[in-house]
């Protein structure tokens, strides 16, 4: 059933993750204009966000890909084919090497493992240090690099600047699905203790978590912010590498209903799973929206919808609805395409969701992975 084209959303096989191209050009517009009118350039982070055969799209409007390591970072050359920028907390010593090949940029997390391969890499790429500014707003720590004894990024207090020859920039993240302010207050913090190093440098990276494609994200006080960032310092090139916002609200997962349980409440068991499929919707925790429903149970009909796995945590959460459920309907939980299809799972053995990409007014099957996806991944 790869590469086939259907007509309507039904006719696909379930659970699916379904990206609709209108939405994701919506996105790269918005994307595009920031480097265009800030003279910076954006890249997509493939953590966030790695539907390949988007790609040829997407490279139409941004600079290239970040990389967490050599795999990413393959992708990245094999299918988008434009700059790549990798950063890990460690590299391995067996992938050093291709990753130096692949890479425009490799970010270094500690000077231990700067002074580890320093010297093969200022012979094949640009090399930079990741900072921790020592500042960030994030709520939840699971997402904030900069909480206490992150292991992400070096300190004001571990920065050795009698070791920083051959380093040509510093990268910084501390934002995670934020707005332009606490952009700005960051980079203050930032500028205050490592300017005075920028002289010395070609790049510096604001790394992800710009929500910049969301409605009410302030594009034009972060195009000014960047713009006055250049000015002060027009020797260096900018970069940012969001993940979230390319893949913001640009599809869903489709899923079905395989029954209706009675305990006390309803409780519709679908054929997908927030453990193995949407495993955000309970770390960070969130709830997602689901299309026809309302979050509130202030409708007529409640239902809790659970996944299909033996785990008994394995909730997607209370909803109700003004439309009586029935076994086989179909279910759109909205905004799954970002963090969520690159964090899938098979655990009980269950059905990786498919991939569909919505082009006009057909849907064209990317994928449908079965038991050999399953086998594979185990053996």
Not at 156 to 164: G, L
Not at 173 to 178: F, R, S, Y
Not at 297 to 316: S, V
């Amino acid at each position: 059933m790869k590469n086939k084209e259907f007509k309507s959303l039904e006719e696909l096989p379930s659970p699916c993750f379904v990206m609709e191209e209108k939405l994701l050009i919506k996105n790269l517009e918005i994307l595009k204009r920031v480097q265009d009118e800030s003279n910076v350039n954006i890249l997509l982070a493939l953590k966030g966000y790695a539907l390949w055969n988007s790609f040829p799209l997407v490279r139409q409007y941004l600079k290239g890909c970040c990389a967490s390591g050599l795999h990413e970072a393959l992708l990245a050359k094999e299918e988008f084919g434009k700059e790549v920028h990798t950063y890990s907390p460690a590299f391995k010593d067996e992938e050093i090497d291709e990753i130096l090949d692949l890479s425009n940029h490799v970010v270094f997390n500690s000077f231990s493992q700067w002074n580890r391969y320093k010297n093969k890499a200022v012979q094949k790429t640009s090399c930079g240090l990741r900072i921790n500014p020592e500042y960030s707003s994030v709520e939840v720590d699971l997402y904030n690099p900069c909480a206490p004894f992150s292991r992400l990024g070096i300190t004001k207090d571990n920065f050795k600047e009698d070791e920083i020859e051959g380093i040509e920039g510093l990268h910084f993240h501390a934002l995670c699905e934020q707005n332009v302010d606490v952009l700005a207050a960051v980079l203050e913090k930032f500028e205050k203790n490592f300017s005075k190093y920028f002289k010395d440098l070609k790049w510096i990276n604001f790394g992800g978590g710009h929500h910049i494609t969301r409605i009410d994200y302030d594009v034009d006080a972060l195009i000014i912010l960047l713009k006055e960032f250049k000015s002060r310092y027009p020797h260096l090139e900018v970069y940012l590498e969001p993940g979230e916002a390319i893949g913001w609200q640009t599809g869903y997962l489709m899923a079905s209903v395989l029954d209706i349980v009675d305990n006390k409440m309803n409780i519709a068991i679908l054929d997908t799973s927030a453990e193995a499929h949407m495993p955000d919707t309970l770390a960070m925790p969130y709830k997602a929206d689901i299309r026809d429903f309302s979050s509130l149970l202030d409708l007529e009909y409640k239902y809790r919808f659970a996944g299909n796995t033996c785990l008994a945590g394995d909730i997607i959460g209370d909803y109700s609805s003004s439309k009586e459920l029935k076994i086989g309907d179909k279910i759109i939980l909205e905004d799954m395409i970002h963090y969520t299809m690159v964090k899938t799972t098979t655990f009980n053995g269950i059905k990786l969701p498919s991939l569909a990409i919505k082009k006009g007014d057909c849907y064209h099957l990317v994928t449908n992975y079965g038991y050999d996806e399953y086998k594979r991944r185990l053996s």
